[in-house]
T-cell receptor
């Protein structure tokens, strides 16, 4: 089955720093989604990407859909305390078979004031 | 606009019992998918429904089943519960099968 490698697993940063995380896949995806999950809550959609090469921003967040369709990255600029949480990438290939989202294992972001 | 609603939020069941979880999607969304989240395996796809039809199924045993009603609400059922079924079960809704998926808060199932 499809596998997503998400890195890093965790990040300890200072408030105000920029953050970068990425996901790579063993196969191509048609859609990349980035989610944030906080304790006791479901994942919240941050950014959706539908086209290879696409670069999309949502406030301080920027994500890109890799040209090979096998990778994506998420950047967070000037981190603030409320950015703390677990960030997940998710990919979908809508070409038959299991079309559900395949998730990475998550990047745990911890911000030190 | 109301988000995805899952009930109940918490559930404790005994091994061997069965359980039914409920999901009400965002108004106008016709696709509902279910995921299991555990610390060891992460988020794993269970199945997806669109217009009352199961479109896709993940790699889970037949004890896991679901259905979708004409109003797009969905239920998932787990029979003969095992300890390993303890997890956060998440429901996501989307306009269509390949569209952006929005998650509910989940149902925390504990099997004892």
């Amino acid at each position: 089955g499809q596998q997503l490698n998400q890195s890093p697993q965790s990040m300890f940063i200072q408030e105000g720093e920029d953050v970068s995380m990425n996901c790579t896949s063993s196969s191509i995806f048609n859609t990349w989604l980035w989610y944030k999950q906080e304790p006791g809550e479901g994942p919240v959609l941050l950014i959706a990407l539908y086209k290879a090469g696409e670069l999309t921003s949502n406030g301080r967040l920027t994500a890109q859909f890799g040209i090979t369709r096998k990778d994506s990255f998420l950047n967070i600029s000037a981190s603030i305390p409320s950015d703390v949480g677990i960030y997940f990438c998710a990919g979908r290939y809508s070409g038959g078979g299991a079309d559900g989202l395949t998730f990475g294992k998550g990047t745990h972001l911890i911000i030190q004031p | 606009k109301a988000g995805v609603t899952q009930t109940p939020r918490y559930l404790i069941k005994t091994r061997g019992q069965q359980v039914t979880l409920s999901c009400s999607p965002i108004s106008g969304h016709r696709s509902v998918s279910w995921y299991q989240q555990t610390p060891g395996q992460g988020l794993q796809f269970l199945f997806e429904y669109f217009s009352e039809t199961q479109r896709n199924k993940g790699n889970f045993p037949g004890r896991f089943s679901g259905r979708q009603f004409s109003n797009s609400r969905s239920e998932m059922n787990v029979s003969t519960l095992e300890l390993g079924d303890s997890a956060l079960y998440l429901c996501a809704s989307s306009l269509g099968v390949s569209a952006e998926a929005f998650f509910g808060q989940g149902t925390r199932l504990t099997v004892v």
